[in-house]
Structures are given as C-alpha cells and as structure tokens.
C-alpha cells in the first residue's frame, strides 16, 4: 500500500508518471537513490544507472507515495541504515532491464534484499490473460 505523505529516512518512495510509476529510496530531500537514465539521455535505457538526486528532481513535479508497509513486510524489511547503505553502495551500477532490472527492482533489493517488480508482474498476468 502506498499514501501520499512526507517521507522518512529510508523510505521506499514512488512518483506516477503517467504510465508507470518510478520507485526509489529516500534519505533527505537531497538525496533519493533510483535506477534512472542521466538527465539528458532519458530515452536510451542503455544510460541507466543508480543515481543521487534531490527529492524535487526525483518527482519531477509530481506526488511522492511513500509504501505503507504489512506486518509481513515488516518482518522482512531491513533496517533504515542497512536500506540506505545498500543503495550507496550500488551507485553507478547499471545493467537496467524494463523487465528484470527496473527502478522498482532495485527499490525493493534496498529494502528486502529481493528483486521483484508488482508493476512487471502485473503486466505480465494480463499479457497471460489477454494470450492465455
């Protein structure tokens, strides 16, 4: 589950573009961890990579959502540090896939330890329906 408030230290966030949403980690208004293309080659998922930026760039406008999370979630989910620490330390990676290695997989490796993407999976089940 996801509301729209303000975010805490690290947080899994969201903002909706439209089609999509974009995930990332937040650690202050001027630090946001997310697998994103560099600014100015948007369109090539080929630049992608886990960057820093400010909140307001992250949103580009939009609303952050920040999760809500389960009871069982919360037994899985790591600590605030151990969530930001593993985020700096994959800055600069790359290797984004739409599919299996996208913003949201990356958010939940943070916070879980595990990549998985609800939005891809949902895709998915109504490809699987619409083919079946």
Known sequence: MWEFKNPSYGDQIRVNRGLYSHHGIYASDNEVYHFAAVEGSETNPENAKVICTSLDKFL??????????????????KTPDEIIDYAKSHLGEGGYDLISNNCEHFSNRCAFGTSNSDQVDNIMSFVKRLFG
Do not use: I, T
């Open 60 to 77: 580009k406008g939009g609303n952050v959502e920040v999760r809500v999370y389960s009871d069982e979630e919360l037994l899985k989910k």
